[in-house]
Nanobody, 128 residues
Framework: QLQLVESGGGLVQAGGSLRLSCAAS????????MGWFRQAPGKERECVAA??????????YYADSVKGRFAISRDYAKNTVYLQMNSLKPEDTAVYYC???????????????????WGQGTQVTVSS
């Protein structure tokens, strides 16, 4: 079993920054692909960023809506994945979830249906 705990959400003005953290425990974090999803009221859950596991460079994914503003990274030593969010917009307001699942080395996972482990979510609110 893998446990995921998100932190770092909050209220920020448009143009500001936040860094979300997702701490993993319980299993071999180093062999799990990780993703950040968000869900706004009345909207589908969407993948905003994903990162593979790999001994090498690996791969990452960003939704078009966050490219150039968000950055996903992982620290294997700390069993933590991060989402740095810059130039935040009101439309980024949502509950953000961290997700994990085994995948092939070097391949990220975008579909929420391929993730078996989820955190509890953290609220991000961007005011205009």
């Amino acid at each position: 079993q893998l446990q995921l705990v998100e932190s770092g959400g909050g209220l920020v003005q448009a143009g500001g920054s936040l860094r979300l953290s997702c701490a993993a425990s319980g299993r071999a974090f180093s062999s799990y692909a990780m993703g950040w999803f968000r869900q706004a009221p009345g909207k589908e859950r969407e993948c905003v960023a994903a990162i593979s596991w790999s001994a090498g460079a690996g791969s990452s994914y960003y939704a078009d809506s966050v490219k150039g503003r968000f950055a996903i990274s992982r620290d294997y030593a700390k069993n933590t994945v991060y989402l740095q969010m810059n130039s935040l917009k009101p439309e980024d307001t949502a509950v953000y979830y961290c997700a994990a699942d085994r995948g092939r080395a070097g391949f990220h996972i975008v579909s929420q249906y391929e993730y078996g482990y989820w955190g509890q979510g953290t609220q991000v609110t961007v005011s205009s």
